[in-house]
């Protein structure tokens, strides 16, 4: 059976930039604690204060030389590593600085996708340089992310989002890599499979079994074996080898949930400082909330405990609900339901989820017609 072959549409008009942070979280800690540099360090628990347990949220570029990488268990990075440092990340001062850098990507353009805390892309095409230089756009963003934060970023660009993601990590730390819409193909035919994003550590194997280790033999693959091996992701492969991916730079990202936590470095013991914490959050995700214009049904409590154990508890609601009184009441009932305060309390989060717009309404129906109300 002959299969048909349709010329596939590539939009090429665009300029897409890739932001990533060069290792992030290791490198704010640099940054603050100079006396750490040149030393393998590792953003973790140690893992002799675990019991072995907890993951690698990241690792500078000395700690990767021994083979440690982001997920792998603190425990393995420790065996591979055992003179490496390991420091405990935090999270709400890299959410800060991530908020800092975001403000200097809006300079130059208002198409902006944050895909997480250390990345993003950019659609420059039209920018409010009103330059036809993309490399120049990176070049700047780079020079104020290190005037302004001491801190390094690498820059991918390209025509579409999957190539300049590609491009970001070719070239790490402080790079710009730029992939022109005529060598696409070249580009990507020399990447091992496994460089490809989207393509999981468990697809490796697979694609390995089908004799497929670089993008030049994903390329030699028909569209209808990727799709038979593949499903959607073979009809999404064919394609991006091809160098096509026509997803736009997405400014509205549908948040999942909106959440605040903080780590007490003197343990919480009594329930009067648990409520005034719970209070606080509350007052947060209330502002998170508002700035989001969302409102959800869902609120979640997170504790953890001095010997680090950490419970979760949930409620869902009828009413949606984005008061900082309304979450702060829920996540006191929740609170009232949770042991352990003798254990001593290291870290409170409140989180609300099942969100939608606040346009969103909950909209009341009558269990009977108009006809079968009592009159009076």
């Keep these: 059976m002959v299969e048909l072959q349709f010329p596939l549409k590539n939009d090429t008009s665009r300029k897409i930039i890739h932001i990533d942070m060069d290792a992030f979280f290791a490198a704010v800690e640099e940054r603050d604690h100079p006396e750490l540099v040149g030393k393998p360090l590792v953003i973790a628990r140690h893992p002799s204060d675990t019991g072995g347990r907890g993951v690698v949220t990241t690792a500078n570029y000395e700690a990767r030389k021994y083979g440690i990488?982001?997920?792998?268990?603190a425990q393995k990075a420790f065996e591979l590593c055992p003179q490496a440092i390991f420091k405990p990340g935090d999270h709400q001062k890299y959410s800060e600085i991530s908020r800092q850098i975001r403000q200097i990507f809006y300079r130059y353009t208002n198409i902006v996708e944050a895909v997480s805390i250390d990345e993003a892309y950019l659609d420059v095409t039209e920018n409010k340089l009103h330059s036809k230089s993309a490399i120049k756009i990176a070049s700047l963003i780079q020079r104020e992310i290190w005037q302004e934060t001491h801190l390094t970023a690498s820059a991918g660009i390209s025509y579409n989002k999957f190539l300049a993601k590609l491009a970001s990590d070719y070239r790490k730390p402080r790079g710009i890599t730029v992939v022109m819409p005529d060598e696409a193909i070249t580009f990507l035919k020399e990447l091992p499979i496994e460089k490809f994003h989207g393509?999981?550590?468990?697809?490796?194997?697979?694609?390995?079994?089908?004799?497929?280790?670089?993008?030049a033999d994903l390329y030699e693959k028909s569209e209808m074996e990727l799709i038979r091996r593949f499903g959607k992701m073979g009809y999404s492969l064919y394609r991006k080898v091809r160098g096509v991916h026509d997803s736009p730079v997405n400014t509205f990202r549908n948040r999942k949930s909106v959440g605040k936590e903080h780590t007490y470095g003197k343990l919480l013991t009594t329930e009067s400082e648990v409520l005034t914490q719970l209070r606080q959050l509350s007052e947060k995700v209330a502002g998170a909330l508002k700035k989001e214009q969302k409102h959800g049904k869902t609120v979640v409590l997170k504790v953890r405990y001095a010997d680090f154990t950490t419970i979760t508890k949930r409620t869902t609601l009828r009413e949606y609900l984005h008061e900082k009184e309304a979450i702060f009441a829920e996540a006191s009932l929740i609170w009232e339901e949770v042991q352990g305060l003798e254990k001593g309390i290291r870290l409170l989060g409140v989180t609300i989820t099942n969100l939608d717009p606040m346009t969103y309404e909950n909209i009341t129906l009558p269990l009977w017609p108009e006809t079968h109300k009592k009159k009076s």
């Excluded at 393509?199 to 993008?215: D, S």
């Design 199 to 215: 393509i999981g550590k468990k697809t490796v194997p697979k694609m390995q079994e089908l004799g497929i280790f670089t993008g």
């Design 69 to 73: 990488h982001s997920a792998m268990s």
